[in-house]
């Protein structure tokens, strides 16, 4: 590696184009992007062949003068630095709810669930989550016709005003299915989930006969999971024998 490295420093010292001749063959190329026929007939042979060679994102543009570009840098540079402008006013409020909206969106894919309506008797109250409130980001009554972007939902809109949204957020995660998936580290999986629950906000219209399917599949589930209970086991062994000894007294 150290060898091609010196062969290599030799030749930019001893190549023509390198070394104490690199600013004059500068100059020439210069001359020659701005006026092909002000260099001699070898050296514009030379620069023509470098036009045929692609540039350095692969396309076929040719090249420019140099110098104009140079000195318009040089130019604003005289007139101080690069001056950063930043939104004020309205602007930079409008900017602050845009964020808010995605945050919010976030709080209800998050922890949405956890005001999902699952006691059917009402016993227990919804706690307090400060992040599913609008006003916790700053929104108030006077926002709720406001229309923001809301591409990377679900819902079937690119732009929703935020009393839509809201409402859209409160019918898929805080319903009467509570689902809760934003621990998946797989994207794809994640993303899967938002557009099945979004898509329908978490109401499928099933048929009738999907609709027993389900419960029949759910009841034999609830059944094994109570069979399989350790606090069960005793019990269940306990009317094992009692049956084996009214089989038994039956047969006698």
Known sequence: MSE???VY???QGNSHLFGGNAPYVEEMYENYLANPGSVPETWRDYFDALQNVPAADGSSAKDVPHLPVINAFAERAKHGGVRVVG???ADSEMGRKRTAVQQLIAAYRNVGARWADLDPLKRAEREKIPELDPAFYGFSDADQEAVFNTSNTFFGKDTM??????NALRETYCGTIGAEYMYITDQHKKRWWQQKLEAIRSKPDFSVEKKKHILDRVTAAEGLERFC???TWGRSASRSKGARASSHRWTN
């Open 4 to 6: 091609s490295r010196s």
């Open 161 to 166: 005003s935020l009393r839509e949204l809201i």
């Open 9 to 11: 420093t030799a030749y």
């Open 229 to 231: 209970t350790p606090s």
């Open 87 to 89: 939104a004020r006013g």
